[in-house]
């Protein structure tokens, strides 16, 4: 067991995690000290450092602060090589997100840092943001909006005819690629709205909400809406892409709110372009942020477009925080850590 009082703790935030936030956390875990440093979180790619992925470029700004400190509580802090060979007092590092892509892993396993995160803090908003491009897509309310908010124009009422009115959920066959955290959510919300929920997940077992399907071909042939929920790996990047995007029927929608390299950007162009999709949703892409060369701008009137939104929600930071916290207050107590990756 560690005195908490003799634990000095780096609260790395940034504008989402707010060093506040977790040091307000921490306060309801133990009595430390607390380091409130607050990265910086730019619209740009973040820095490019190859030993891990989406971190802020803050290597000497971390570095400093850690002089001394055991814990690191952090969303974007780059804890690479370098940081971990710079702060030897480094015992415990907790990642405010659902995998810690700023941290490398080996160099901490090596120096025997534990490495812990954040599962499942952002499914309720990511799922509740997945309904709602839904709902945006097929009722073709942005379009609707930029017609008479921007443009002052009536036009917009054309929806009001037959030919060009949207989908209603109820009775709607959507399918569910994925029925993990976010995946399992957004079932259950369609199936509220009378929607014919399946579902393709072959690593999901037991009772589900809506019908299994056994295969993503049978799945895609059956539902005139897709939404990607699928975890990115090897075998999933690219999942969705030339010939899947035939086998759905004429006039479907996509939608993705997971990761864009799920879904071949340019097939779905095509796709649109043709018509045999009428319009998508989405919010994360293959490259990020989304470049102004992208084919997916010219088709604005069929497409709603979000800049990576879907776990951003003011309750996602707070449990993010909270979670961390706690974790922090397990290692302090020498308590087994509930999401510990080394």
């Known amino acids: 067991m560690t005195n908490g009082n003799s634990v000095r703790v780096v609260a790395a935030g940034d504008h989402f995690i707010l060093p506040s936030l977790i040091r307000e956390a921490l306060a309801h875990q133990l009595t430390c000290d607390v380091t409130e440093l607050r990265l910086g979180w730019p619209l740009e790619p973040f820095g490019s450092v190859a030993e891990v992925t989406e971190a802020s470029d803050a290597e000497d ?12 509580v952090t969303q974007m802090g780059p804890v690479t090589e370098r ?9 415990l590092v907790v990642v405010c997100r659902g995998g810690p892509v700023n941290v490398n892993l080996d160099a901490a ?7 812990c995160f954040a599962p499942g803090r952002n499914a309720a908003a990511t799922a509740e943001f997945t309904v709602g491009l839904m709902l945006a897509a097929l009722r073709r309310i942005p379009q609707a909006h930029d017609l008479l908010a921007r443009q002052g124009s009536w036009e917009g ?3 009001y005819t037959y030919e060009h009115s949207g989908l209603e959920l109820e009775d709607l066959p959507v399918g569910l690629v994925g029925y993990g955290a976010v995946g399992s959510r957004v079932a259950r919300a369609l199936c509220a ?8 997940d072959p690593y999901v077992h037991g009772e ?9 071909d049978e799945l895609l042939r059956r539902s005139q809406v897709i939404t990607l929920h699928a975890r990115l790996t090897a075998e999933t990047r690219g999942l969705i892409g030339t010939r899947e995007l035939a086998l759905l029927p004429e006039g479907s929608v996509v939608v993705n709110v997971a990761r864009g390299p799920l879904l071949d950007e340019e097939a779905l162009c095509d796709a649109l372009a043709s018509g045999h999709v009428s319009a998508a949703a989405l919010d994360t892409y293959a490259r990020e942020p989304l470049p102004p060369d992208s084919r997916l701008h ?4 069929r497409v709603v477009l979000t800049p990576h939104l879907g776990g951003a929600s003011r309750a996602v930071a707070e449990k993010a925080a909270r ?3 706690e974790e922090v207050g397990r290692w302090a107590r020498g308590e087994p850590l509930a999401h510990c990756l080394t």
């Open 157 to 159: 009422a054309t929806y």
């Open 61 to 72: 700004e971390l570095i400093e602060a850690l002089a001394g400190a055991q814990v690191l």
């Open 193 to 200: 709205f009378g929607a014919r929920v399946m579902v393709h």
């Open 298 to 301: 010219a088709l604005a009137d």
């Open 109 to 115: 396993k090596r120096r025997d840092v534990r490495v």
């Open 208 to 216: 589900i909400h809506g019908l299994r399907v056994a295969s993503l």
């Open 323 to 325: 979670i961390a916290a």
């Open 83 to 91: 940081v971990l060979d710079a702060c030897p007092d480094l015992r």
